[in-house]
Each structure stands twice: as C-alpha cells, then as structure tokens.
C-alpha cells in the first residue's frame, strides 16, 4: 500500500488525471462532491440477461462520466455529464434522430418516478449489438423461438418508452418483503414500443406470457406493450398529462427522468425512514 501511494505522489502532471482537460474542468465547478467514473472496466464482466456484452469493454474505453453533488436544504442535486469515445458518439450520426414530443410523454402516468424514452431510427440498435459484440448472439437467442432481430427492427418505429412506478419490494400473499435478487423491488413496470407492422411483434407475445407468466401484453393502436399487470398496460391509454417529465424530456430524441424524491415517498409506504424524505 505504501509502494502504491508514493507511486501516485510520484506521478508527473501528463502522466495524471489533471493531464485530462475535462477532468480539470469539473474540479473548477461548485460541488460538495465530484465525482469521475470510467465506464470501461465496469462493464468487462457484465451480462445482460442470456446475452453477454461481450466487447463491451474496448466499446466503453475512452467514454466517462463526471458530474457533481450539491446538499441544498435537505435536497440533493445531481448534475451530470456523458463524455463518448467517438465509436459511440458517432452512432446517432448516421441517422436522424426526430425529437420526443408531448404525445409520447403524456402517455406516462404522473406516479412515475423513473422515465426513458427515446425516438432513433431502429437500425442504430442493430449498430449498437454491432460494436458491443452480441449481435451473433441475440440472433442465437432469437433464433430460438423463430424470431429475426430484423424482422423485429423493420417492425418498429424506433419509438421506446420504459417507465417504472409505486417502487416498493417485492411482497407475497401475506405482505412479507420478498427476497429476490434478480429483480429486488416490485411496482408498476411497462414497456413500450412503436409499431409499423404487428407481424414479428404478435409472435413475442406468446413467449413473454410463456417466461414471465403474470405479465400483460397487448397490441393496440400501432404500439407494443409489456406491463406486470393489465392495469399498467390499459393505463398507457388512459388521458395522462405529465407536464414535469414533458417539459424535461420534450425535443431530445433521448431522454431519461429519474425522481428520487417520489420515488423514496413510494417506498416509503412499506416503511422507509421518513427523514429521507425531507
């Protein structure tokens, strides 16, 4: 330990994190905390249900992200930025990129805490299993059940939304917290996708019910749905105005929403602490 301290103490200015213009830029800021994290090395080992990210790594190398943490009267905030190596970065160029609008972000309902959405052209996810390496291996799994991942693709419009509300752990019959560990906490799940055409997507359905037996599909006005109950997906089309995530998220084709405070307020009806709240 001491070996690898005097060795950091030792190190010249260009051979150092402070050689890194962006890094130097963040230090500069206002925060009570800065933090720098180097996505590469994370994401070595990780696996995304059966399909590994095999090149993720050497795909992630070069990209950060940086940000800081303000404690403002009881509130944190988070301010972040992504910096992309230029593989990634140059992805969303070869396509256009149509901004998300209101009549996608109202189909949100104003209990969620957490919001992605994103309106690409469908092949720059076929791009991104290019240069992640498990464009082989999603068509193996596919292949499986007589699917194509470009037979999904050319049904889509590239329209997803994901949104997740009333967290809380999972519970059984008698309202004892379950122990999951591979999906810790339960709420109002939905997925959801554009459609041009129904033909690849009405065979999914059949097999989401066959692996996940409580869950809801539907096809409906040109969208595809997945929710863990018929009341998430039948929501989907009910009359919702979310004006905060519309205003947050309206004209970016991507975009993400988290509300920490909501969704600490949702957990908390199984008996969070309520000091967190404040």
Do not use: C
């Not at 230090?27 to 990780?46: C, P, Q, R, T, Y």
């Not at 403002?72 to 992309?84: C, P, T």
């Not at 998430?232 to 905060?244: E, K, L, P, R, Y």
């Not at 307020?265 to 967190?276: E, F, K, R, V």
């Amino acid at each position: 330990l001491t070996a690898y301290a005097k060795s950091i103490y030792d190190l010249e200015m260009q051979n150092s994190i402070e050689s890194n213009e962006n890094y130097m830029a963040l230090m500069k800021e206002n925060g009570d905390i800065h933090f720098w994290s180097v996505s590469a090395d994370v994401l070595s080992d990780f696996q995304f249900g059966p399909v590994p990210l095999i090149a993720a790594s050497a795909m992630m190398q070069g990209s950060v992200t940086d940000g800081t943490i303000n404690f403002e009267n009881g509130k944190v905030v988070v301010q972040s930025r992504r910096y992309l190596n230029p593989t990634l970065s140059n992805l969303p160029s070869n396509y256009d990129a149509t901004p998300l609008t209101a009549a996608l972000l109202n189909h949100v309902s104003p209990a969620a805490p957490i919001v992605i959405a994103m309106n690409y052209h469908p092949q720059l996810i076929k791009d991104f299993l290019k240069v992640s390496g498990t464009e082989s291996a999603t068509n193996k799994f596919l292949e499986d059940y007589n699917l194509s991942f470009d037979g999904l693709l050319q049904s889509t419009t590239g329209e997803i939304l994901m949104t997740a509300a009333d967290l809380g752990p999972q519970t059984n019959a008698d309202d004892d917290e379950m122990d999951d560990d591979v999906f810790p906490f339960g709420g109002n799940l939905l997925f959801a996708a554009s459609l041009n055409n129904d033909s690849a997507f009405s065979k999914v359905q059949p097999i989401i019910k066959q692996t996940f037996p409580t869950a809801a599909t539907t096809i409906q006005n040109n969208w595809f749905l997945v929710g863990n109950s018929q009341a998430v997906v039948n929501h989907f089309f009910s009359n919702n105005t979310n004006d905060v995530v519309t205003s947050k998220l309206s004209g970016h084709p991507l975009g993400i929403y988290i509300d920490i405070q909501k969704g600490l307020q949702q957990w908390n009806t199984h008996g969070l602490d309520s000091a967190l709240l404040q």
